[in-house]
């Protein structure tokens, strides 16, 4: 059974990679500059040697509204200025639709919303092509989630623009101790500060992306996130978000953890045999290897 899973998993994961996931639909769309047709004044048609612009222009340069369709398939549609992306307008990708307004070639605000609901319903759906259970909705990981999420955008400038910082994946899972709005080092740490009373199988994605949705596929294109999303062992996830003006949610973050093994840690249950002593943010309590064994084989098992 846990073999069928990891092979359903595994082409899951291909799927998803051969379908372009984690392109950013926010980036800048530019075309290149080989027009064959610059006499369009009024309404017509410049073409490009990647792209296709339709729609109203002025002396040869795109002016008021217009649709940019690139080869690739990504398309601008929305407002021009002077040949620039400027005003409302938005882009559209087969992963997802990026509303909002430019200025000079780029996104300064975004427009559509991005729900939590669509969030969770988007994990589970790729859960559910591999055979696992959905994960549900838990206030203590979606709290912690949230939080590291406001501490990216509070220092997000500082960290992305410092090497040092950058070389110690600072800008990724972890916080510095004193800055505003610190949680926590780790996810771990974080998780435990919001309440959360395991330590087991905390682990935590993030990605900057215009939607929740192909910050999701973003994620799936890196391993280590790829079977933090697709793990057998989880079944409780909250995420957290925040937007920016400067054109993409700058940081979306998920914690999926096993409930059954947080509940375990509520009270020592330990009778007698051989037990784990790290499992609980309490080192007083004990799991005894069987309780240990049923919280993980239940969640393998879809008995959650």
């Known amino acids: 059974m846990e073999k069928s899973k990891l092979l359903q998993i595994v082409i899951i994961a291909i799927v ?11 980036s800048d769309v530019t075309e290149t500059s080989d027009v064959t047709e610059t006499r369009c004044d009024g309404t017509g048609t410049i073409s490009y ?32 200025v002077n040949g ?15 509303k909002g307004i430019w200025e000079e070639n780029k996104l300064t605000e975004i427009t559509n919303q991005n729900s ?7 994990f589970n759906s790729i859960r559910k092509q591999a055979g696992l259970i959905e994960l549900q909705v838990n206030g203590i990981l979606e709290e912690a989630a949230q939080s590291h999420s406001n ?24 916080e510095e101790v004193n800055m505003e709005g610190f949680t926590g080092v780790s996810p771990t740490d974080r998780v435990i500060a919001q309440g959360w009373l395991s330590r087991y199988g905390t682990s935590e994605g993030f990605a900057s992306r215009c939607t929740a949705k192909v910050s999701i596929n973003n994620l799936m294109t890196a ?3 790829r079977f933090g999303i697709l793990s057998f062992t989880v079944d409780v996830v909250g995420v957290g978000f925040t937007q920016e003006s400067d054109s993409i949610i700058r940081k979306f973050v998920h914690n999926p953890s096993n409930s059954h093994l947080n509940d375990l840690c509520r009270y020592d249950n330990y009778f007698s045999g051989a037990a784990y002593t790290d499992i609980c ?22 008995k959650s």
């Open 16 to 26: 998803l990679l051969l379908q372009g996931c984690g392109i950013d639909e926010t």
């Open 116 to 122: 939590y609901k669509e969030a969770y319903q988007y």
């Open 84 to 98: 620039k992306q400027h005003g409302i307008g938005k882009t559209i990708h087969e992963e997802g639709i990026c």
């Open 281 to 302: 943010v309490d080192s007083q309590y004990k799991i005894e290897v069987d309780h240990y064994q049923k919280a993980i084989n239940d969640i393998k098992k879809n």
């Open 49 to 80: 040697s990647n792209s296709t612009y339709v729609g109203e222009c002025k002396e040869g340069k795109k002016e008021g509204q217009g649709i940019l369709t690139f080869h690739s398939g990504e398309i601008y549609n929305g407002e021009w």
């Open 151 to 174: 501490y990216i955008q509070l220092h997000y400038e500082r960290l992305k623009n410092d090497p040092y910082i950058n070389d110690k994946g600072l800008t990724g899972h972890h």
């Open 223 to 225: 391993i280590y996130h």
